[in-house]
């Protein structure tokens, strides 16, 4: 009788990293589908793209590094990875500009790292940050919702975007790129928020942002229904990110853009439910994620206010992970039986 | 219905209970060996009371308890102790441990056993020593002996009892069928733990998916006048853990490293307080406990009421085990129970749960992934702990990180574990840091041991060397001091010259009476012209002398004080010498009268002895003389440098030498005059070569005191007291021996660079007394 020998437990609940990563992406779906309603096929395309470049170079990489490759492959975080920054580019990004960005990604920020788990930084949003830092001008080309131009979301067929992604920009292009609402608060001059609302025809049809964010939140209530993440990070960042919006907008409405505004358009709401809550790169603890939150959303109104960029979704992100670690020692949870939680690292416990 | 406090995580595996409730218990049949081990519970081993070969009855007692957290050990049924040896036990380790195993004889024959009765007219102390010797321990799973618990209301003020029924493992169904059947006798152990610990509340938390047994207590709990409440809780994984069940049931935290009493709450499981009714009343020991059969690779999954012994294999047979399908067998649930790879290990107290899971039930792990920091073990574990940083530390070996993070709370429950999407075994590795941290403890309470050993006893060497050093100070003090006395003793005697004279008096009249023996003898011997003459006339001029000496001495003492010790010895002892020939020449020459007078054959021979007693007079004259004359010359000489008395001093080796010469020669000529005949002309002679060597012997000798005398005495006229720089030279090269072994040893033993200033220390010494013994011997030199 050869018996298996083993130490408890016994039984595992048949769950596994691939099923929560599966789960993610599924959960990206409604936003998705919102963002091809709203500014075409380029989004579909590029997350196509993009997870076809991740998975070459991801396999790449663990050859490279002689690990089992069918055994990471099927772990689906290098698709979740390409389908978070084919969301947060450019609808009609050019695909050298997708593939600089997976690369990045993947190759750097993730396998050169160690392979997953092993990041300190959310590796879409290191990928976002270069290409944005490096590539302005493709990356400000944020497509005009369809709806400006009374054609419907079908205004550019998928061969025609598949042309424009893959053929070239060309001046045809011009005519359907816009800025995003972000650019046009950021860059109204001398305009009060009231006088940009009317001016504006970006502004005008900010419903498409919302709509979109919109889809996210659902995708990350389905997720924190799934237990994927908990409450904590996202409730933390939003609320902040809202409160200070409040503060301000309460002070001066004219200077300062309304919470629901600063809620509703860039990159917030994906930020929130599907960046922020990657596990690998944000505070462990409950206590920790309210912190990180807390920390995201403060540096993305600062930022976006106060700062040289619209949108400061990646960078305030890339900065929590950076603190991280530090948290992390400091928001212990109080362990079952003592009075109060352990707070830092001591020599002598 | 009391409040519930939920406890932080748990989780809902699947129960799997179902399977094993559908049939009563069943008696399992009783094996025909069972083996038992002595040591069932936590705490002690119980100690064998019984022999190989002895037959015991059902009940009787085979180990008993040891100390003070231990239970005793009974035969489950009758039979013949077969052997008392190590054998495979159920314990995660695997290892064997002592076994008493009873060839059983199929009767089951009791011992006489009676219950207490009325157990509320006794003392406490009597009916928990009772239930210690009924063997009972906590059968929840970890085994600790109840008496111990039930000791508690001594020392502490016990407010809660528990009685735990959750039963949280998936699979185990032992105690549910025990409420279900034999509710009475919960309650009824329930009662005797109550006027055991007089709590204020009695809580019996149970779980929601216990709905029969709940009914079936709430209807046994009528016939009680106890207070006590069933509290129902949620089914979750791990409510049955008691610092979890204590949270559940009262919202007190059992605080880190304690026990629950120290907060007042006892927890007993369900199942032992059945056996303490069955021990109190019936006198019922711990001889069987209901055993969970269960597991896809089982047809009949049931619970089986079991002799403690039995094998496995019997109860598995019982449950027709599918042995083509079994490819786990676990002891315990399947969260915190272990694995069994031989089916012949008994059942013992705490063996709850038995599951012959197949490959599909309980597959084989797959392949750890990474670790995505996901937090759902964080979210699952009852302790509040952050188990994947605990992971990480573990794996880094950053123990006293994992140490922060509170490893030693974790209860190793496995919901981490069973959470992970990585499938990384967690409590794997906590177990394994926890390990590491009790050796890496346990070894460096060793290494404090040891350090603190070789300080003690580098303090008592230390210590030991100061005290001999103290000695040896102290002795050399007392040393100086006696010598000092001593000179003071002398030099008062030289100043009291009645002491001296009493002390030389006493000791002219001893060397008379030698000298008076010695002539009896010569006389007597040259009547009966012995043999031995020669040598009886050489003891008697030697008494003489001894006896002048003496007379001289006590008549310059009486004379006149000492004179100074410079030159006076050997002055002295010449004149004595000169005296002593003087006096034996008249000796000789009176017995040379008396021979003639007689015509005694040896005239003769006195003759010639009076001819060179003559000669030896003059000689010892003529030594007098001039040592006198040198002993002038020295004094004048006083001054000059001792190598200069050194260049001028005759070669004492060379006169030692001559000495011992003439001594050997005398010698041979003494033995070779015994051979030959007394009165041919050989032994004539040979008499006078006799009396011719030992002239010369006395001549050399007399030569060698004189030198030696004369050296001691330019020595001390220098102030140097030639015995006392012996000595000193001595002390000094012993020193040194003592350094340099001190020294090599020290370089030899310890680590030089921690002791390299005693080192240093040592050297300069050694350099001192180096220098010291050198000089010493230069000086000694000179001298000799």
């Known amino acids: ?264 358009v860039g990159g917030t709401m994906l930020g929130a439910f599907f960046i922020a809550t990657d596990p690998v790169s944000s505070a462990t603890s409950n206590k920790g994620k309210i912190w990180f939150g807390i920390g995201i959303g403060s540096l993305i109104y600062i930022i976006r206010t106060w700062g040289n960029y619209p949108d400061a979704v990646a960078f305030s992100i890339l900065l929590m992970n950076l603190a991280a670690p530090f948290i992390d020692q400091y928001t212990q949870p109080r362990t079952y039986g003592h009075k109060a939680p352990k707070r830092g690292i001591k020599e002598k416990a | 219905m009391s409040k519930i406090f939920a406890f932080h995580g748990g989780i809902h595996p699947p129960e799997n209970k179902k399977q094993s409730t559908r049939a009563p218990i069943r008696l399992a049949p009783v094996p025909e060996q069972l083996v038992i081990p002595v040591q069932q519970h936590i705490g002690a081993p119980a100690k064998p009371c019984v022999k190989p070969g002895e037959h015991v009855l059902k009940g009787q007692v085979i180990a008993v308890a040891q100390g003070r957290i231990s239970v005793s050990v009974h035969a489950s049924s009758s039979g013949t102790i077969v052997e008392i040896s190590p054998k495979a036990v159920p314990h995660p380790s695997g290892l064997d441990a002592t076994c008493i195993t009873i060839q059983t004889d199929g009767k089951d024959l009791w011992t006489e056993h009676q219950g207490l009765g009325d157990y509320r007219a006794l003392e406490r102390s009597s009916i928990i020593d009772f239930i210690r010797n009924h063997g009972i321990a906590g059968m929840g799973g970890a085994g600790f002996p109840t008496d111990v618990k039930l000791h508690l209301g001594d020392d502490h003020i016990v407010n809660t009892l528990i009685i735990n029924a959750a039963e949280c493992e998936p699979y185990i169904t032992a105690d549910d069928m025990l409420i279900r059947e034999r509710a009475d006798q919960i309650v009824g152990g329930i009662e005797i733990i109550s006027y055991l610990l007089n709590p204020t509340h009695i809580l019996i938390g149970i779980e929601d998916n216990k709905a029969h047994a709940i009914r079936v207590l709430e209807e046994a709990l009528r016939s009680t006048t106890l207070n006590i409440d069933i509290v129902v809780v949620p089914t979750k994984y791990p409510s049955g853990g008691e610092k979890q069940l204590v949270q559940l049931l009262t919202g007190v ?29 019936h006198g019922i020991p711990l001889i069987s406990r209901v055993v969970t059969v269960t597991g896809a690779a089982v047809s009949k999954p049931q619970n089986l009421e079991a002799l403690i012994g039995t094998p496995l294999k019997t109860l598995l047979d019982t449950a027709k085990i599918k042995r083509d399908q079994l490819s786990r067998l676990v002891m315990g649930g399947p969260m915190m129970g272990f694995t069994i790879e031989d089916d012949g290990i008994p059942v013992i107290k705490t063996s709850n749960c038995i599951i012959a899971a197949t490959q599909e039930e309980m597959p084989p792990a797959p392949p750890a992934q990474a670790c995505i920091r996901c937090g759902l073990c964080e979210q699952a574990c009852p302790a509040e702990l952050l188990p994947q940083q605990l992971y990480w530390f573990a794996k880094s070996r950053e123990f006293d990180k994992a140490k922060n993070h509170n490893l030693f709370d974790c209860i190793e429950c496995g919901a981490c574990s069973y959470v992970c999407p990585s499938n990384i075994p967690l409590v794997q590795y906590y177990r394994f840091a926890k390990n590491e941290i009790r050796t890496e403890e346990a070894e460096q309470r060793k290494a404090d041991q040891a350090r603190q050993r070789f300080e003690a006893r580098q303090a008592r060497l230390d210590q030991e060397k100061a005290d001999k050093e103290a000695r ?145 007079a003059k000689s010892a004259q003529k030594a007098f003389d001039n040592v006198d004359e040198n002993a002038a010359h020295n004094s004048a000489a006083q001054e000059t440098l001792p190598k200069e008395a050194a260049l001028n001093a005759i070669d004492l080796k060379a006169l030692k030498q001559n000495v011992s010469i003439m001594r050997t020669k005398l010698k041979k000529a003494e033995k070779a005059m015994e051979l030959t005949e007394a009165s041919s002309p050989e032994a004539t002679e040979l008499e006078q070569e006799i009396s011719r060597l030992t002239q010369l012997h006395q001549q050399a000798k007399t030569q060698l005191d004189n030198e030696e005398a004369r050296k001691t005495s330019i020595a001390a006229a220098q102030g140097v007291d030639l015995k006392k720089l012996k000595i000193d030279a001595a002390l000094a090269r012993a020193a040194v021996t003592k350094l340099e072994r001190s020294i090599k040893k020290l370089q030899e033993t310890a680590e030089p660079e921690l002791n390299s200033p005693e080192l240093d220390k040592l050297q300069s010494e050694l350099a001192a007394a180096q220098q010291k013994a050198t000089l010493l011997n230069n000086t000694l030199s000179q001298f000799e």
């Open chain 1, 1 to 264: 009788m050869a018996l298996i020998r083993i130490t408890s437990p016994h039984v595992h609940k048949p769950a596994s990293t691939a099923d929560i990563m599966r789960l993610v992406i599924l959960a990206t779906l409604p936003g998705v589908l919102a963002m091809t309603f709203f500014f075409g096929w380029g989004t579909l395309i590029n997350i196509l793209w993009a997870a076809f470049l991740a998975l070459a170079f991801e396999a790449a990489c663990i050859k490279a590094r002689k690990r089992p490759l069918y055994f990471y492959l099927k772990d689906n975080s290098a698709v979740l990875t390409a389908v978070l920054i084919a969301l947060a580019l450019p609808p009609f990004a050019p695909w050298w500009l997708t593939m600089v960005a997976v690369f990045v990604a993947i190759v750097i920020a993730k396998q050169l790292y160690g392979g997953i788990g092993q990041n300190p930084f959310n590796p879409a949003m290191i990928a976002y940050a270069l290409v944005l830092i490096s590539f302005p001008v493709e990356m400000t080309r944020w497509t005009a919702p369809f709806m400006l131009h009374g054609e419907g979301w079908n205004v550019l067929g998928f061969i025609d975007t598949l042309q424009l992604i893959f053929g070239g920009w060309s001046e045809h292009a011009d005519a359907f790129t816009s800025a995003t609402p972000l650019d046009e608060m950021r860059h109204r001059g001398g305009l009060t928020t009231e006088e940009a609302w009317r001016a504006s025809d970006v502004l005008a049809n900010v419903g498409a942002w919302h709509a979109v964010s919109a889809a996210y939140v659902m995708g990350g209530i389905f997720l924190l229904y799934k237990k994927i993440f908990s409450w904590h990070t996202p409730a933390a960042m939003l609320l902040s990110l809202g409160a200070i919006a409040t503060f301000f907008y309460l002070i001066a409405p004219d200077s300062y853009a309304d919470p629901f505004f600063h809620l509703t």
């Open chain 2, 253 to 281: 935290e059992v605080p880190s490293g304690r026990i629950p009493a120290d907060v007042g709450i006892v927890c007993q499981n369900v199942g032992t307080a059945a056996a303490i009714y069955q021990a109190v009343q």
């Open chain 2, 472 to 616: 040896r100070k102290d002795r050399a003090v007392q040393a100086a001091k006696t010598q000092a006395a001593k000179k003071t003793a002398t030099e008062a005697a030289e100043a009291n010259p009645e002491d001296k004279i009493k002390q030389l008096k006493t000791a002219a009249a001893i060397t008379r009476t030698k000298l008076k023996k010695a002539l009896t003898a010569l006389e007597t011997a040259k009547v009966e012209s012995s043999d031995n003459i020669a040598q009886l006339d050489l003891q008697y001029q030697q008494a003489e002398h001894a006896a002048n000496d003496a007379q001289k001495a006590l008549e310059s003492a009486e004379q006149n004080p000492p004179p100074s010790l410079t030159i006076a010895p050997d002055i002295k002892q010449l004149k004595t010498q000169a005296a002593v020939a003087r006096t034996k020449l008249k000796k000789a020459q009176q017995a040379l009268k008396i021979a003639e007078e007689k015509s005694h054959d040896g005239a003769e021979l006195l003759r010639v002895t009076v001819a060179q007693l003559e000669e030896k």
